[in-house]
């Protein structure tokens, strides 16, 4: 099997926006549901803490969160950066989240020990060691003993080689979004991701012909 890198998930988006003819905004929609589908069949819980960063998948966060919280469970946002932060893309999510009246709160606030965490705090750019609100939160979640579900892949984690700078998840579950990726299974990525499943985000099988995926 053919494992992704990063410079790969790009492309697949960029085909199924353009030739595809669905947006990014879509894209994360489906990111969000199949996550959430993944956990209302998995998990008892109905308590959730999601940590947001600015970026895509801070977005795939935001969407998770807002279907919970639609779906009648206790959900808080721990959101990495200020409002005025979150992208173009990410931010019409938040604006989705907020009609659910969701409690937005700061990564420093108190977590409460019985919620499952949701780590959406960085994808698949990750570039160097975390810093600031990002760094704090990973830290954070860190020495907690709460059960950790990472979006796409556990925060701080390459997805091209495996490699950690800094502060790092180490989640139980790991839901990845398209294709399986190579920092997944090197032997760190084997450690910190836990289980793993990969979710089907409605990108046209076309497209991963064209890359060679299939």
């Given at each position: 099997?053919r494992f992704?890198?990063?410079e790969?998930?790009?492309t697949?988006?960029?085909?199924?926006s353009e030739k595809?003819?669905?947006?990014?905004?879509?894209?994360?929609e489906?990111a969000g549901?199949?996550?959430?589908e993944e956990?209302?069949?998995?998990?008892?819980?109905n308590?959730?803490?999601?940590?947001?960063?600015?970026g895509?998948?801070?977005?795939?966060?935001?969407?998770v969160a807002r279907?919970l919280?639609?779906d009648g469970c206790?959900?808080?946002?721990?959101l990495a950066?200020?409002?005025?932060?979150?992208?173009?893309?990410?931010?019409?999510?938040?604006?989705?989240l907020?009609?659910?009246?969701?409690?937005?709160?700061r990564?420093?606030?108190?977590?409460?020990?019985?919620v499952?965490?949701?780590?959406?705090?960085?994808?698949?750019?990750v570039?160097?060691?975390?810093?600031?609100n990002?760094?704090l939160?990973?830290?954070?979640?860190?020495?907690?003993?709460?059960?950790?579900?990472s979006?796409?892949?556990?925060s701080g984690?390459?997805?091209?080689?495996?490699?950690?700078?800094?502060?790092?998840?180490?989640?139980?579950?790991?839901?990845?979004?398209a294709?399986d990726?190579v920092g997944?299974?090197?032997e760190?990525g084997k450690?910190?991701?836990?289980?793993?499943k990969?979710?089907?985000i409605g990108?046209?099988t076309?497209a991963?012909?064209?890359l060679?995926?299939?």
């Open positions: 099997m992704a890198r990063s790969d998930i790009k697949l988006d960029k085909l199924a595809y003819g669905i947006p990014v905004s879509e894209l994360m489906n549901r199949a996550i959430y956990i209302k069949s998995a998990f008892s819980n308590k959730f803490a999601v940590f947001c960063g600015k895509n998948n801070g977005g795939d966060g935001f969407v279907l919280s639609a206790d959900v808080k946002v721990y950066c200020d409002e005025s932060g979150i992208s173009d893309t990410a931010k019409i999510a938040f604006d989705r907020k009609s659910e009246n969701v409690e937005i709160l990564v420093s606030d108190e977590v409460d020990s019985d499952v965490i949701i780590d959406a705090l960085l994808g698949i750019s570039s160097g060691a975390p810093r600031g990002i760094k939160a990973i830290d954070r979640i860190a020495s907690m003993s709460n059960t950790v579900i979006v796409d892949i556990p984690l390459s997805a091209d080689d495996g490699s950690v700078v800094g502060s790092v998840v180490k989640a139980d579950y790991t839901y990845t979004l294709l990726k997944l299974n090197t760190s450690a910190l991701c836990g289980v793993k990969v979710l089907d990108i046209p076309e991963f012909v064209e060679g995926f299939i």
